[in-house]
């Protein structure tokens, strides 16, 4: 994963926070919350949010729900707002008057929730305190919420200025619902700009040798890690040489192994387990893939396109926005229909064994990343959404040295 710098939060460490005072600073006041600091998908985007925005515009205040996992050192003393294990508890709702007094005190202006614990956590919390403008976040499609979690971010939602999606199929997926589209803001995930640097392959590459990898925690059966073993066992089958490669780690790792072995391919299949150096193993791989049954806007897919790697993928949720192409010439990787693991072993063994087709689609994709997933880019939408926002509500006409980009300026 990217390496975080560490940085000094603007709160105490006890849950006793001072009055801000605010005089003579022109900076918005920001509350970010995350659940945790685990290593998926949501929470390195809320990690590089809260490093990247402009420290002359927003003064920025972190919380989580639970102060764990490898990157939660990276962030200093961030307050914890523990619910206690269950969203509906009677400590859960005297935690979110924890955090309404916290807003306050703070003199927070824009409260942004950033995961689906957190919408229920902070929207309410941040409505109660009176927060000027209170965002959430739809970081998946909401096929993977039980229908009582979904109605009831649905409401939390209801209570929002604005919901921020990351990906199209996200939004579309909520205005089905109900929810009014002129609250749907699109903003994709930021790719920091280290994510685009060469660095040397973290697993030596030796000559003849191709190498399939997939990038995913596992602690959840729709990542289809078991899929990606039975689509490896296709493609052994046609071309032995061929090495997998698995980074991640959870529950579901022991199991995993057993399949491998059970399917005859235990000793071509890689597990690496939790890394932080994901550029490093796009490095070592030839063809990305993933064959999850679910993803908004995957990061995955991100980081295995900077990196210069064609990807193949099922064709679901945010996947189309990612990897979908106009013209040939433009590909960047192959669409698979979902559950249609000999097409995808098919499309995998295409790639392997054209060097050139793979050179073409890892350029187009690390372009498409650049030009459209750019840290600066996707930082000057967040800054111009939150700048719009202010002055909807008559809070402030302007923040202290904001300039928007000319992108934030067409996207805004």
């Known amino acids: 994963m990217y390496r975080f710098l560490r940085w000094r939060p603007r709160q105490p460490e ?16 920001l509350f970010l919350m995350t659940n945790s600091f685990e290593t998926g998908g949501s929470e390195r985007q809320f990690g590089v949010l809260a490093k990247n925005l402009r420290p002359e ?5 972190l919380g989580c729900i639970q102060k764990k996992g490898p990157f ?21 709702w ?9 807003l306050r005190q703070l003199r927070i202006e824009i409260a942004h929730a950033f995961d689906f614990y957190t919408n229920l956590t902070l929207i309410p919390a941040a409505r109660f305190a009176r927060t000027p403008v209170v965002i959430g976040s739809q970081r998946q499609i909401g096929d993977l919420l039980t229908a009582r979690q979904f109605r009831a971010q649905a409401m939390a939602f209801r209570w929002c200025d604005a ?20 609250k749907l803001i699109v903003i994709g995930n930021a790719l920091p700009v280290e994510a685009f640097a060469a660095v040397p392959a973290a697993l030596p590459r030796m000559s003849g040798k191709l190498r399939v990898g997939m990038v995913a925690r596992m602690n959840h059966r729709y990542k289809g890690h078991s899929g990606f073993l039975r689509i490896a066992k296709r493609i052994n089958q046609r071309m032995p040489d061929v090495e997998f490669v ?46 999850s049954d679910s993803e908004s806007l995957s990061n995955v897919i991100l980081e295995a396109m900077a990196m210069g790697l064609p990807v193949v993928a099922y064709r679901v949720g945010g996947n189309s926005e990612l990897l979908s192409h106009e013209r040939e010439q433009s590909q960047r990787g192959e669409l698979i229909s ?75």
């Open 338 to 412: 979902a559950g249609d693991e000999e097409g995808f072993a098919a499309a995998v063994e295409r790639l392997l064994a054209a060097p050139s087709m793979r050179e073409r689609f890892g350029q187009n994709g690390r372009k498409f990343a650049q030009d459209n997933f750019g840290l600066e880019n996707v930082r000057a939408r967040y800054e111009s959404c939150y700048q719009t926002l202010l002055e909807k509500k008559g809070v402030r006409t302007s923040l202290a040295t904001w300039q928007p980009t000319t992108e934030a300026q067409r996207n805004g």
């Open 163 to 182: 919901v921020i999606c990351n990906s199209r199929a996200a939004a579309d997926r909520l205005a089905e619902d109900g929810l009014a589209s002129d």
């Open 72 to 92: 939660a050192n990276d962030f200093g003393d961030v307050p914890e707002y523990w619910l206690g294990g269950d969203l509906y508890s009677w400590k859960s």
């Open 14 to 29: 006890n849950d006793s926070v001072k009055p801000h005072d605010s005089a003579g600073d022109s900076r918005a006041r």
């Open 94 to 102: 005297r935690t979110r008057l924890r955090l309404s007094r916290s």
């Open 246 to 291: 698995l980074a991640g780690d959870g529950p579901l790792r022991a199991e995993l192994e057993r399949e491998a072995e059970a399917l005859g391919i235990g000793n071509r299949v890689l597990f690496l387990g939790d890394r932080r150096d994901i550029p490093a193993v796009m490095a070592s791989l030839d063809v990305a893939v993933l064959t």
């Open 57 to 61: 515009q927003f003064q920025v205040h």
